[in-house]
């Protein structure tokens, strides 16, 4: 990887992903960023496209991508935030969501039980197809008679590659979340697929569970989990709760990924946060890690492990946010995580 386009987007994307690129150039510096500045509401407001052919391109062209945040309370048409982040994970099919979530101190775990606080799973998430392929349509809108329709699509190819990958990266055991008791068609796909691919790797336990019970045992017990694999919606929700279990938003990176073209592009989870946007107090540790994950899809383990360590112990020693514990703005926790790699 040699390459990175930069889109900071809205709200506290561009205060956050500042402090990721000052991190990256540290552990980085031979990789060269273009940074897409004018991908953001404001250029949508102004009668611009989300995100035009041209800028698309320039993504593409890239070896990988680093995202701020999307999103902006003045924008009431949802089509923008689509155009951008659906358009990237899916023109660029990018069909692994990879939500890794590790506690990386225990005073940031919700749960009382210490013996069951040190969550480390991951969350893979069929990116690409699901209940966000945006096959439906509403009939007579605005009506008494008005009639929704969001149509549910899993096809083969799509779950077996996703799975593929959440084996592939699976230590000691995958475990399968679906709603097939109430939606039979996509869980009798789903499950069949899982059969077929952990045969093919017998030394892995496996189990299943339906999306309420994985719910109620995630926050039960979390540290029962290793690879976790799901479709696009029940993967969104199930990574939002790891990473809560795992300290919050403020910690919480992504990666959508192709594995076969080695494209990644990596971002927070925790969305642009129009109310913090300029206050200095936007966490930008989401953001860093969100580039370690980069440099791991750039075959550059050391440095990616680096950044992880750096962002470990700036927390340990609350060099951080006041959402963590802190009292540093963005700002200084950036410093801080490149003090601590020095």
Same mark, same amino acid.
């Given at each position: ?13 561009p205060e956050v992903? &500042? ?13 060269e ?7 953001n509401a404001d ?10 052919d041209? *800028?698309?391109a320039?993504?593409a ?8 945040a ?8 949802p089509s923008?935030?689509?155009?951008v982040?659906?358009?990237?994970r899916? *023109?660029?099919d990018l069909?692994?969501?990879h939500?890794p979530a ?7 775990s ?5 013996? #069951?606080?040190?969550?480390?799973c991951?969350?893979v998430r069929?990116?690409?197809?699901g ?14 008679h008005?009639?929704?329709v969001d149509?549910?699509? %899993?096809t083969?190819?799509g779950?077996?590659r996703? +799975?593929?990958?959440?084996?592939a990266?699976?230590t ?8 097939a008791?109430a ?8 499950q069949?697929?899982? #059969?077929?691919?952990?045969?093919r ?12 019970a994985?719910?109620?045992h995630?926050?039960s ?7 976790i694999v ?5 993967? *969104?929700?199930l990574s939002?709760l790891? &990473?809560?279990?795992?300290g ?8 959508n990924?192709?594995p076969e073209?080695g ?10 946060a129009p ?9 930008p540790l ?6 370690? $994950?980069? $440099?791991?899809c750039?075959g ?9 360590d750096?962002?470990?112990? %700036? ?8 959402d ?9 926790t950036?410093?801080?995580? +490149?003090?601590? $790699?020095?």
């Amino acid at each position: 990887m040699k390459r990175i386009a930069v889109l900071p987007g809205d709200g506290i994307g561009p205060e956050v992903t &500042a402090e990721a690129l000052r991190v990256l150039k540290e552990v980085a510096p031979d990789l060269e960023t273009d940074v897409l500045g004018h991908v953001n509401a404001d250029t949508f407001l102004a009668g611009g496209p989300a995100l035009s052919d041209s *800028d698309f391109a320039r993504v593409a062209e890239a070896d990988g991508a680093l995202l701020g945040a999307v999103g902006d309370p003045r924008v009431t048409d949802p089509s923008y935030a689509r155009d951008v982040l659906l358009r990237l994970r899916f *023109d660029l099919d990018l069909y692994v969501n990879h939500r890794p979530a590790k506690l990386l101190h225990d005073r940031l775990s919700p749960l009382r039980d210490p013996e #069951r606080r040190a969550i480390d799973c991951t969350v893979v998430r069929e990116n690409t197809e699901g209940l966000y392929a945006g096959i439906g349509g509403r009939l007579r809108p605005g009506t008494a008679h008005e009639t929704a329709v969001d149509t549910e699509v %899993s096809t083969h190819r799509g779950v077996s590659r996703a +799975l593929e990958f959440a084996f592939a990266r699976a230590t000691t055991s995958v475990c399968l979340v679906d709603k097939a008791n109430a939606v039979p068609n996509n869980g009798a796909l789903w499950q069949r697929c899982f #059969r077929e691919v952990s045969a093919r790797r017998p030394e892995l336990a496996t189990r299943h569970l339906y999306v309420d019970a994985a719910v109620m045992h995630l926050v039960s017990d979390p540290t029962a989990f290793d690879m976790i694999v799901a479709n696009n919606a029940h993967g *969104d929700i199930l990574s939002d709760l790891t &990473a809560q279990l795992a300290g919050g938003m403020g910690t919480a990176a992504s990666a959508n990924l192709n594995p076969e073209t080695g494209f990644a592009l990596c971002e927070p989870v925790h969305g642009s946060a129009p109310d913090l946007a300029g206050s200095g107090t936007a966490n930008p540790l989401a953001a860093i890690l969100s580039a370690a $994950l980069l $440099l791991d899809c750039a075959g550059r383990a050391p440095e990616a492990a680096a950044l992880r360590d750096a962002v470990g112990r %700036s927390i340990t020693k609350r060099l951080c946010t006041p959402d963590l514990g802190g009292s540093l703005t963005t700002s200084q926790t950036g410093t801080a995580v +490149l003090d601590e $790699l020095s």
